[in-house]
Structures are given as C-alpha cells and as structure tokens.
C-alpha cells in the first residue's frame, strides 16, 4: 500500500527543483528548537517538561539532549514507560539521591526522563519532590510526560514547558499551497514520526520525490494506536475513536456519533493531540493521515481493538460515513465492527457499496442477515439478483426484471432504481434494452450514461456516445464501477472513431483494474472487446484471442460483445486476406445479430461479408441491392463505395463523384478501415474509389502476419531481451532471468524459483540489493546496513552468509551445478555472475537511455522508446527490508526515467506524424505524474493532430483544473497556446481561476 506524493510544478526547471527539493528535505530539524536550545546559557530554568502526545518526538527530543550534553557532563537517562506509578517515584528517588551526591562533587549534571506515569496526589507530590530535588541540587533536568498526567506538570513550577504544538516540524508547517511539497503536510501534520517515516520511505538521500509506503503507515497504526491508550476516560476516547472513524468533519459530527458535545475535549486535543487537526476556531477537525482510505485501512488493527466496547459508536459512524456518501470508508468500519446494525445500514444501501467496489462485503452479509431477519425476504431477493448479474456467468435476468421490456428504469419504484441500473449493466451486454429518460439519478448518474452509451455504440453512434459520455468521465468519483464503465465506453469511442486504444496506459487501465475485483467476473467482457478492438485497429490481433473472447462471451450470455467479437475475428481474417474465412465469420455475424435484433451491427456485417465475398469470387460479382438495407447514412455510403468497388472496372463513377463533396462518415470510420486494408483486389479498387477528403482519415491498418501477435494478452512479466516483436528472448550465455519490474520473479534455465523459498534469512531483498547495485556487486557493510542495521558487523557478516548459501541452495534445487555469486565467504563484497545473470529493469534503462540520446533521429528516439514502453511492466519491486531506502530511491529514479523515455517518443512520434502513438505514449507519462508539463503539451498537440479536438479539450481541462486546484496558478502561456488557446485558460471556468488570474 502506497500513496504517491506528487511534487507541485513551480518555475524552476524540473533539474533545478529535483535538486532543491532534495537539498530542502536533507536540512529539515524534526528536533524541536525549543529543545535543542534548551541547554544554552541563556535559559531561564534548569527544568524542561514536555507535555505531549506519543509520536511527537519527545523521545528522540531527549536523546539528542543527552548526546549534546555527554561531552561536558554527567549526564542520565531514564526510561520509565509502562511501569506503574508507585516504582516510577522510588526509581526517581534513588535517581535523585545520586544526583544530588554527583552535584556535591563540582561537576554539571544534566538528566533525561521520559514518559513518567503519575497515580494519586501523594504519588504526584513523590515524583514532584525527586526532580525538584534534583534541580535543586544545580543539575539540569529534561522531563517528558503525556497530557493525562498534567497534574505532575502543575507541581513544577518555574519551568520551561514545552506542549505538542511546540514540537512539530516547523519546515513542514511553513510550507505554502504553492510549495512542491505542500502535500506533505496533508500526510504528517507536522508530527515528527511521521515526517522521519515519509522521508524514510522516500530515501532522501537519492531522490527529491516523496513516497509514502509501509514505514509511514506503520508509524501511524502506531500513533492511532497511542492515541486510544486504556488510560483516558471514556469520554476522551470516544471522541477521539469518533474522529479517527470519520477522518475529516464538524464537531456536530462527531457529536451526532457520541451524543456528547466535544468541545470541552476537543480544546484538550487542539493543544496537544496534533494527529486529530482539530480547529476550535471552525469546529472542524481533519486526522491528518487517516483521512485517507488507505491510513484507516493501515488502522485497522487498533481500531479493532475498541469495536466490542465501543460497538455502537462504531455502527453511529458508519450511518453518518453513508449519509455523507463515503461507502468505501464505511466499508471498512463495516468489516471492523461486524454488528447486526451495520449489516443493516449496509445491505440498505447495498447497491452503493456494490458501485463502490464492495461486493464481497454485501456478499457475505447477505446470507447471516436474511437469517437474522435483518432485512426482508424481498429486499434480500433484490440485493441477490444484482449480485447475481454482475459476478455470474451462468445467471440469466428474469423475464420479470424491472428493466425488461421498454419500462424506463428511473420510473420503476424509489428503492429498485438503484438495482435496475446495476443489473442494467448485464443487460446491455446480453443485448437488452435499457431505456433511461433521465441521467439524474443522483449517485447513479454514470450508470445510467454507461447504458445509453452501450446502445448507442450497439447502434453504430460512437460519436454521440463519445459526447454524451465526454463530460462524466473525467469529472466521476474515481474507484467506483460507473467510473471504470464509462473509461471503458470513452475508450471504446476512441477505437472506433479511429483514435489510438488506451486500454494499457490510460482510462481503460483503471477500468481493467477495478473490473479484475472479485464480483465483475459477468461484465468484464467489455474490457476484453476494448483490447480485442485496440488490437484489430493496430493489426496485432490474433485469431485465438478472438475465438477465446467468443468463446467467453457466449458463456456470459452476452450477445452483444459475441456479436462484436465475431465481426473483430471477420476484420482480423480479411486483412489477413483469408476472405473465405472472413466471410463465413462475417456471415455468422450477420445471422447473430439479426436473431438478437442488432439492426446496425446485422447491417455492418452485411457490408464486411459482402466485400470478403467479392474479393473471394473476384471483380465483377453480382450481388443483390443489400446497401438499401443500411440504417443510417453514413452505413449507406459504405454500402454503395463497396457495391461500386465489386462491380468491378467498368463500374459507374457516378457513386464516388456523389459521395466527393460529403462529410466522412466518422462513425463508420472503423469499417472503412477495415474494408480498405489489405493486398487483395476489392480494397485495393476500394481505395481508389475513396473520395480523395476521406483519404487522410483512412490509415491502413497492418497486416497481423507482420504485427505482433498478443495484443489482448496483458503486457508480458517476461524478463530479458525483447526484439522488435516484443518477444522475449534470453540475453547470450545467461541462465538466471531476475525480474523486478512489476513484481519479483527469479528463473533458472527457464523454471521459476519459488519466491516463498527465497524469503527466508532475507535472501530475497539481498538479492535485489545487490542486483540494482553497478556492476552487480555491494560490499558487505552496505548489505549489512541495508537489512540489518541494529546487528553489529561480525552478526551481520554471518547473516549475509547465511542469505547467499540459501540463494545458492534454492538455485541449484532448480539447476545443479549453477552458482550465480562470484565471491567466496571471505570476501569484502557479495558479487554476482553478470555472465549468468540478467535483469530487466538493466535491459529497461539501457532502452530508455537510447530514446533519451538519439536527437535528431526521430525514428531511432521512437523505436527505443516503444521498446522501453514494453519493457516497463511496473514499478520495480520493493522488498520488505529496504532500510536505507536504496531500493525505493531506484524506483522513483526508473519511474522517472521512463516518463522521460516516453516523453522523447512522443516527440520524436509527433514529428513523425504518427499521431496515435504519439498519444498514448504521452499519456503514458501523465500516469506517472499527472502535472508534467511537456507530456501534457505532447499528448494535446497530438490528439489535435489527429483530428481528435474533443478528447484534446477534455484533457486539457482535466489538466487545467489540476493544476489550478494545487498551484492556484494558471497553466503556462505555451500549454494554453497549444490547446487552442480558448478563452478562460482552454475552457476552464473562470471560477476555478480566481479574479487575480483573469486579470492577467
């Protein structure tokens, strides 16, 4: 689990920030100044006393006070967490015995305590009187101690007192909106174990970007952990469990939750529970970290420890999480606290949970709550069927279904609209028809859209569905199932409309994602027909992936990807030139749609089958007057160019003359594509007949047999060399293949090794350690400081043997006789074989450094970055043991060099003219940093290229937003210009922008 910390674009150039940012980051104090200065000459008392939550460095605070101390002092340090008061004030009574008798001698004396627990007044007026003799004595005394124990603070008067607030990272607290790393602030609130976390998880000493990963959520599980200890009242608890439940809100949220008015508490927590953010001034609180899905999710275990007590707060919170439409929040409260009333809330809103990714947690319920009587036989029924559609294959809708049979599903009754629409998702795809009169329907807008735009892409409309789908797609809540089908919808257009499918690096990665969960297994045929169409339009599509896709669909009893997956298989056949395959399979089609009563896609397979047939017979074939038959236009006019093209030579001019001065039928463009592909003689008469203002539009599409041929495969987790094909192949002499790029593998000779076998003694993470090194080679100590910092050197060297002897164990379980270390137990540095090893992650670099060196060679920038594209299958794995954050500094260094490999490619394709491309590579840089600049600017001028204005616009004021939104800057002058330059920043609206910006 891990949360990017993008850096906030400002003026300087992206070198010059990198290394500011870095610099900056290496000289923030998480020491408080308060502190650290304390020992001056100039302080006004011998005694500190921290007054703090845990976490917020009292300890490391103290440390460092006894080290600065240690060179011209006695000094002592006394530790006293989790013992009872009584023994704390005896230990600091012989503690202040011996520092009286040191103070007699002559010499200073400066003491440390931290975390004193109090009891009663008499155990308070104890440990009062043992560091007031202390100080009395002239030593000099630093005490830390928590809020609940405030009464020991009171007794000691004449002291520096030092609160929470006084102890946060003051660097982070100064950052300003407009600060690369505002965000930080967001993540840490200042607190200084979770600052030392962030940095420590990002490896500051490599790399200027900012990651927060399993060393900042194990800080905060941590610090949620400290902040619901046993030893505060109940009611401090309740509001603090109430916050942390909520994340972000008003205090008549949390009072709605505990009944109680927090005020009173939430003054105590403003001044020294910083986690909390609470502002008494706006009544509002935010706990900085857990406000995200992800820190709850990393919470969950010390949340957990309060549900059985706090069972109804916990059911209180997860009402008013549904009430504010925060389902994948409640969902988590949901599976932490169990309860009959949040099973109840839950399946009352199943639906919701269902569109936000939670179908196993309705799932589950379900069954016990029915048996509870929780909820109605009828309702239970309802949740079932849409549970049912979505997940089952081999369920088909009832005749009876609300949706069936023209009744528009926002007209049936209030509590089945939501299950109407859901359903409605299966529907579609088995060829039904959905009708929805109205899109607003509250939370389930987008799927209403998703379902019109199906039947108008079933009806030959791309265009109109590109347009009605334009506006949701980029403004939904991102992680939700209407989300994810409307990528899929938009992307779909594209393809169709002749724009480059963006099913790998852009909108329909997502949606793949989210539709792999557990529950979608009925409707991810669509993801699969976007590859399938992606795939045919770049010729790289073979006959098996498309049978498969038949073969799939028609399991599902979904008519309409079958129905469209056969016509792909037809297009496949007939650029390959196999017209009687191609025309039997078009044919097959034709009868498919017609019995399913897809006039349009009958039509277009109609049109396919008769051209696959008159390039099968030759010139000159007569076929019957089928063009009339065409339900549209734009169909109509392909009809007749291929009825023209097969009557063979002698044919009337008359149709091409016709159809010179009228538009391009655009949302036939996929066809026509198809149709004038090829070597045989009908697309060859077809292109020549094609009125010269289409032809521009009309690129050929490549013969699959020169083409790669896995284009609806996911991207291969091969490692080694890959050849212009994309085929993997193993480097020369090598036998070990280590893969790191999106996930660990180790292969010997072609057969794994088990990864669970080289988890043991840290082989794994030493492994990638020393793999990611030059040279493929670490010395010793590196590797000892690495995984074992608190081992000494002598324990370190022989856990360093015991990894490399299980390495070279498990390798020749696999492969007798192969040893992939070159060094010997004596030796300073662990080595591996580079003539047996190879890693893709080098194979990567080398690409990516060969798109990034060829100026001036346009085609040579765009071969290597295509190849760089293939070879990066993810971010390169992090083991669990990276404690000098090596490993992750090289992955942010590789991520960024590949948004810089794709970035060039993209500007060498542009030049090119290779628009689509162009595109999608660029693209691919936006997914690693959504506010970059040049490849925003290259991906623009590339759809507008490619006559793809609307898509262009839309990205540009996705980006634009963006960018207002965390700069509070408009976009630059160069950005605006190359997306047309359109009034109010390229169509952003001039609210977002603020008066300030519009004067300019």
Request: hydrophobic share 45%; aromatic share 4%; proline share 4%.
């Amino acid at each position: 689990m891990t949360i990017r910390v993008h850096r906030r674009p400002v003026a300087e150039s992206a070198e010059n920030e990198s290394s500011s940012v870095t610099k900056r980051l290496s000289s923030w104090r998480l020491a408080s100044r308060s502190v650290s200065s304390f020992l001056s000459t100039s302080r006004t008392s011998n005694l500190l006393v921290m007054c703090s939550e845990p976490g917020m460095g009292k300890t490391r605070a103290l440390r460092a006070l006894v080290s600065q101390a240690r060179k011209s002092s006695t000094t002592h340090s006394l530790r006293l967490y989790g013992i009872d008061g009584l023994s704390a004030s005896r230990r600091l009574a012989r503690l202040a015995r011996q520092v009286e008798r040191e103070c007699l001698s002559g010499g200073p004396v400066v003491v440390s305590i931290d975390d004193v627990p109090t009891g009663d007044d008499a155990i308070v007026d104890r440990e009062a009187s043992s560091i007031l003799r202390m100080t009395s004595a002239g030593a000099t005394v630093a005490v830390s101690l928590l809020p609940e124990d405030e009464l020991l603070a009171e007794r000691l008067a004449d002291s520096v007192r030092v609160v929470s607030r006084d102890l946060l990272v003051r660097d982070v607290l100064e950052l300003s909106p407009n600060d690369p790393l505002y965000d930080v602030r967001a993540l840490t609130g200042g607190m200084p174990s979770l600052v030392s976390a962030l940095l420590r998880d990002s490896g500051v000493p490599h790399s200027g970007a900012l990651a927060a990963g399993s060393t900042y959520f194990e800080a905060l599980e941590h610090l949620v952990g400290a902040a619901l200890r046993p030893r505060l009242l109940d009611g401090e608890i309740s509001t603090r469990l109430a916050m942390l439940l909520l994340g972000r809100g008003t205090f008549d949220d949390v009072a709605s939750v505990t009944c109680v008015d927090p005020g009173e508490i939430a003054a105590g927590l403003e001044e020294f529970a910083p986690l909390f953010g609470v502002s008494c001034q706006n009544a509002s609180f935010r706990c900085f970290g857990v406000d995200t899905i992800e820190g709850i999710t990393a919470c969950a275990a010390p949340l957990a420890t309060k549900a059985s007590a706090w069972s109804a707060l916990f059911d209180s919170a997860l009402r008013v999480l549904v009430e504010r439409g925060e389902f994948g929040r409640a969902a988590i409260i949901a599976r932490i606290s169990p309860s009959h009333a949040a099973a109840r809330v839950a399946l009352g809103h199943a639906e919701e949970f269902i569109g936000m990714g939670e179908v196993g947690l309705i799932r589950r319920m379900i069954g016990p709550a029915l048996a509870r009587s929780l909820i109605s036989p009828e309702r239970a029924a309802s949740v079932e069927t849409v549970l049912s559609a979505l997940g089952d294959t081999g369920f088909r809708l009832p005749e009876a279904w609300p949706g069936q049979g023209g009744e528009d599903a926002p007209c049936a009754a209030d509590g089945q609209v939501a299950g109407v629409l859901l359903a409605g998702c299966r529907a579609v795809l088995a060829g039904g028809g959905v009708p929805v009169a109205n899109h607003d329907v509250g939370r389930f807008t987008g799927l209403a859209v998703h379902l019109q735009a199906v039947q108008l892409l079933r009806d030959g409309r791309p265009s109109a569905a590109q347009r009605l789908v334009g506006p949701h797609v980029f403004s939904g809540l991102e992680g939700t199932l209407s989300a994810a089908l409307l990528r899929l919808d938009m992307d779909i257009a594209c393809v169709l409309l002749g724009g480059d499918g963006t099913g790998e690096s852009g909108l329909g990665a997502g949606a793949g994602e989210f539709l792999a969960r557990d529950g979608y297994l009925a409707i991810r045929d669509e993801g699969a027909l976007l590859l399938a169409l992606d795939a045919v339009a770049r010729g790289s599509c073979d006959r098996a992936s498309i049978d498969a896709l038949v073969c799939e669909s028609e399991r599902a009893g979904n008519e309409l990807v079958r129905v469209a997956a056969l016509m792909m298989g037809a297009a496949v056949e007939y650029v390959r030139g196999d017209y009687r395959n191609a025309g039997l399979r078009s044919a097959i089609a034709a009868g498919a749609a017609g019995r399913a009563g897809f006039t349009h896609l009958e039509s277009e397979a109609s049109v396919l089958c008769s051209a696959a047939a008159g390039s099968g017979l030759g010139l000159g074939a007569v076929f019957p007057d089928w063009g009339s038959a065409c339900d549209t236009e734009g169909l109509s006019a392909v009809a007749r160019l291929v009825s023209t093209a097969l009557e063979g030579e002698g044919a009337s001019q008359g149709v091409p003359r016709m159809l010179e001065g009228r538009p391009l039928p655009i949302d036939e463009l996929w066809l026509l594509r198809v149709l004038t592909s090829g070597r045989g003689d009908v697309p060859e008469r077809l292109r020549s007949l094609v009125p010269r203002s289409w032809a521009a539009a009309l690129v050929p599409i490549p013969s699959p047999q020169d083409a790669p041929d896995a284009a609806i495969r996911p991207r291969g987790d091969a490692v080694g060399c890959h050849d212009g094909e994309g085929v993997c192949e193993a480097a020369p002499g090598a036998r070990l293949r280590l893969g790191l790029l999106g996930g660990f593998s180790l292969d010997v000779d072609g057969n794994p090794v088990p990864e669970w076998h080289i988890d043991r003694r840290a082989a794994k993470a030493m492994l990638v350690f020393v793999a990611l090194h030059p040279r493929l080679s670490a010395k010793r100590y590196e590797i000892i400081e690495q995984l074992w910092p608190d081992c000494d050197y002598k324990a370190g060297l022989d856990r360093v043997y015991q990894a490399t002897s299980t390495l070279r164990r498990e390798v020749a379980a696999v492969a007798p006789g192969i040893d992939p270390f070159l060094s010997g137990r004596g030796d300073r540095a662990v080595s591996l074989d580079p003539e047996l090893i190879e890693c893709d992650y080098a194979e990567f670099a080398k690409a990516a450094g060969e798109a990034l060196a060829s100026e001036g060679d346009d085609a040579g920038a765009l071969k290597a970055a295509l190849r760089a594209e293939r070879l990066y299958t993810g971010d390169l794995f992090v083991p669990t043991r990276d404690f000098t954050g090596y490993v992750v500094a090289r992955r942010q260094e590789l991520r960024e060099l590949y948004a810089d490999a794709v970035v060039a490619g993209a500007e060498a394709a542009l030049r090119l003219g290779r628009y689509r491309i162009s595109a999608r590579l660029a693209d691919a840089a936006t997914a690693v940093d959504d506010l970059r600049e040049d490849a925003v600017e290259v991906l623009i001028q590339a759809l507008r290229a490619g006559g793809r204005m609307f898509e262009a616009e839309q990205r540009y004021r996705r980006y634009a937003v963006c960018f207002v939104d965390r700069t509070h800057m408009p976009p630059s002058k160069r950005l605006r210009k190359a997306a047309g330059g359109r009034g109010h920043e390229g169509g952003l609206p001039a609210h977002r922008l603020g008066r300030g910006f519009l004067a300019r």
